[in-house]
């Protein structure tokens, strides 16, 4: 009996050392089976790709294009076909024919003013008229005397220097009267103010029954452009006007037409900064014969300079723009890629894009599309 105890004892044994070796395997299996995930980011701004193959490279170029440069501005009237409309003779306005923003002929009347000064230019005229009539039959009677020896040669001079002053008196009245925009040959106390040009009245000073002061203390009534050409007057930086020069092509974008790009040239570099701002005002002239292009209106001023230089390009879906910084993804391995912040400053005429700093050497290898490769590196790191 003692010894059927001890066999059953080495049965039991044996059946738990059987059952601690199957569960021992079947554990190793499931470890095996699931292994663990293994992180790909060795360092911040460094990626382990998985298949780094499937992922198209472009190389980074050095290339000779323009320097280009990007300023803000505003549409403004061209000085030279600008003319400022005023009054030569006070008074009151009686009638009003035209108003800010209208389109304006040469010839038109603008508005029409009760005058004293013309008043008195008018009654001047009229008393210098009947003073040259005066001396001129007296110096016809003058003549005739003399001509039979009635009369003294000195009187007749005395008689000839009258008409001559009474003439010259006559025609600074008439002159008077035509400068304060009334005529001679129709007397009136009414000045009919008529536009010098034709163009866009864009600047009104004046209405409807107010008073018109004396030239000397009363600012412009009307100002009248012509709009067939304007300026862009751009802010350029004492930094960078070394990029600008008097020739240069620019392109010209407005918030209005933002489908559209005007083409001009520069025209002009200011020779005084301002003082405040640090900057230089840079002119470019456009044609408007559409009248699109509005005085006030603000752009955007691309430059493109005509000396070239050297610059690193790169296609423009390599660029990530993440955090306000741009990025590329710079191949370093087989699998291995570093996430490297630019400068992208413009973009050549073939849509590529360059790089100002020196973070990126030419020949090397990038990433070409950015967002591709960062979406499956944060589907990786899932």
């Given at each position: ?52 193959e ?14 280009m ?35 304006v ?32 039959k ?46 001679p ?57 070394e ?9 010209i ?12 040239r ?40 005509r ?28 699998q ?10 413009a ?30 590196m ?5």
């Amino acid at each position: 009996m003692i010894l059927n105890l001890k066999i059953r004892k080495m049965a039991a044994m044996l059946c738990c050392t059987a059952s601690l070796v199957a569960f021992n395997t079947s554990c190793t299996r499931d470890t095996q089976a699931a292994p663990t995930k293994t992180e790909v980011t060795l360092e911040p701004n460094v990626f382990n790709a998985e298949h780094a193959e499937s992922f198209r490279l472009a190389r980074v170029e050095s290339r000779s294009v323009p320097t280009m440069l990007k300023a803000n501005g505003t549409i403004s009237p061209d000085v030279a076909r600008t003319i400022h409309v005023t009054s030569l003779g006070s008074g009151r306005v009686i009638e009003l024919n035209v108003r800010l923003g209208d389109q304006v002929h040469k010839g038109q009347t603008l508005l029409t003013i009760s005058s004293a000064d013309l008043a008195t230019a008018t009654a001047d005229y009229q008393k210098a008229r009947a003073d040259e009539e005066l001396s001129g039959k007296a110096l016809e009677r003058a003549q005739l005397l003399n001509s039979h020896g009635a009369l003294a040669e000195k009187d007749l001079q005395q008689a000839q220097d009258a008409e001559e002053k009474a003439k010259a008196d006559l025609q600074a009245s008439v002159q008077r009267v035509r400068l304060l925009g009334g005529d001679p040959d129709h007397a009136a106390a009414v000045i009919q103010l008529r536009a010098p040009v034709s163009g866009t009245i864009v600047e009104q000073n004046i209405a409807g029954f107010e008073g018109v002061r004396s030239l000397d203390n009363s600012p412009n009534l009307f100002t009248i452009a012509d709009l067939s050409e304007v300026w862009v007057l751009c802010d350029v930086y004492e930094n960078d006007l070394e990029a600008v020069r008097v020739g240069d092509p620019a392109e010209i974008g407005l918030n209005a037409f933002p489908d559209r790009v005007f083409r001009g040239r520069v025209s002009d570099i200011a020779r005084v900064l301002d003082p405040n701002t640090r900057s230089a005002k840079v002119r470019v002239v456009l044609s408007n014969p559409g009248g699109l292009l509005k005085p006030g209106m603000y752009v955007t001023a691309t430059f493109h300079s005509r000396k070239l230089q050297n610059r690193l390009v790169v296609p423009s879906a390599a660029i990530m723009r993440l955090q306000d910084c741009d990025w590329v993804f710079r191949k370093e391995g087989a699998q291995r890629f570093r996430q490297i912040e630019i400068h992208s400053v413009a973009q050549t005429e073939d849509g590529l894009q360059q790089i100002q700093d020196g973070t990126v050497e030419a020949g090397q290898e990038i990433v070409f599309n950015a967002l591709e490769f960062d979406s499956a590196m944060a589907e990786q790191r899932k």
